[in-house]
C-alpha cells in the first residue's frame, strides 16, 4: 500500500516570494507521482505529474516538481507566487496498477500575501 | 463543455435518510472514482469502476453503494445516512490512454443532522 505525507498544513507566503510545498511518499512498489491544485468551491485540478523520465517535472502556472526516489520525496516548488496562486494543494501517489487509483495527502493551504 | 457533471451540489440530510449522489461524463473514460473529502484529511477513495458492469471497493466504502450500468454514469448511493457521511464527495473519470489524466467534478457537499 501506498502513503502520502505533506509536511505542512499551511504556508503563508509574500506574493513575489519562492514557495516550496513538501511532499513525501511511502511504497514497496514503484509509483507515479502528482500534484493537484484545488481553488476554493472547485473540483481539483491537474497541476503536474511525474511518469517517467526527467525528474524535474513542469507543470502549468509555472510550477515545477522534482522527484528524489533515494528521498521518496516529490516537492513542488514555484520562483515567484501570485496572489491568484492562493489555494489548496495536494499531493497524490499511484502504484501503477491498472485501475489508475490515486491515494492523496492531507493537502497544503496556501495563502499568499499582498 | 464536456468534463463530469455531479448533481446534487449541496445537500442537507436527517440521520437515517437515503440519496444517490448523480455523477456523468461525456467523455467516453473507462475508469470512474468516489473521493471524500474532510478538512485536513485529503481524499479518500470510496469505490471506483474500469468500466460498465464493474466496480470495486477503495478505502472508505463502508455505508455506501455504487452501480455502473452505462459507462457515462456512475452514481453513489448512501442508504443510512449517518453525521460521519458528512464531507463533501468528488466523482472523476479517467480512461486507460489518458496517462492519469483524471478529470474532477465540481463536488456535492452533504450534511447530515
Known amino acids: 500500500a501506498q502513503s502520502v505525507t505533506q509536511l505542512d498544513s499551511q504556508v503563508p507566503v509574500f506574493e513575489e516570494a519562492p514557495v516550496e510545498l513538501r511532499c513525501n511518499y511511502s511504497?514497496?512498489?514503484?509509483?507515479?507521482l502528482f500534484w493537484y491544485v484545488q481553488y476554493p468551491n472547485q473540483g481539483l485540478q491537474l497541476l503536474l505529474k511525474?511518469?517517467?523520465?526527467?525528474?524535474l517535472v513542469k507543470g502549468i502556472n509555472g510550477f515545477e516538481a522534482e522527484f528524489n526516489k533515494s528521498q521518496t520525496s516529490f516537492h513542488l516548488r514555484k520562483p515567484s507566487v501570485h496572489i491568484s496562486d492562493t489555494a489548496e494543494y495536494f499531493c497524490a501517489v499511484s502504484d501503477r496498477a491498472g485501475a489508475q487509483k490515486l491515494v492523496f495527502g492531507q493537502g497544503t493551504r496556501l495563502t499568499i500575501n499582498p | 463543455n464536456a468534463g463530469v457533471t455531479q448533481t446534487p451540489k449541496f445537500r442537507i440530510l436527517k440521520i437515517g435518510q437515503s440519496m444517490t449522489l448523480q455523477c456523468a461524463q461525456d467523455?467516453?473514460?473507462?475508469?470512474m472514482y468516489w473521493y471524500r473529502q474532510d478538512p485536513g484529511m485529503g481524499l479518500k477513495l470510496i469505490y471506483y469502476s474500469v468500466g460498465a458492469g464493474i466496480t470495486d471497493k477503495g478505502e472508505v466504502p463502508n455505508g455506501y453503494n455504487v452501480s455502473r450500468s452505462t459507462t457515462e454514469d456512475f452514481p453513489l448511493r448512501l442508504e443510512l445516512a449517518a453525521p460521519s457521511q458528512t464531507s463533501v464527495y468528488f466523482c472523476a473519470s479517467s480512461s486507460w490512454d489518458s496517462n492519469y489524466g483524471y478529470t474532477f467534478g465540481s463536488g456535492t457537499r452533504l450534511t447530515v443532522v
Open positions: 511504497s514497496s512498489v514503484s509509483v507515479y
Open positions: 467523455m467516453n473514460h473507462n475508469y
Open positions: 511525474y511518469l517517467s523520465g526527467s525528474t
